[in-house]
């Protein structure tokens, strides 16, 4: 469906700035190089 998932983890999982690097980062390169790729969304573990 072009959307990428991610799980972010270590330091990454509790920082405020994890949307921004989903989306300026990781969402911005690949992108870029693989046109297929419509966005970026991050999966977070069900407890």
Known sequence: DG???VKMM???V?????DSTLTD???ALLM???PEVIG???V???L
């Open 32 to 34: 870029e190089y693989v």
């Open 3 to 5: 959307i990428v998932y």
């Open 25 to 27: 980062g990781v969402e």
């Open 10 to 12: 270590g330091a990454c």
């Open 44 to 46: 977070v573990d069900e």
């Open 14 to 18: 509790d920082c405020g700035a994890l």
């Open 40 to 42: 970026v969304k991050n």
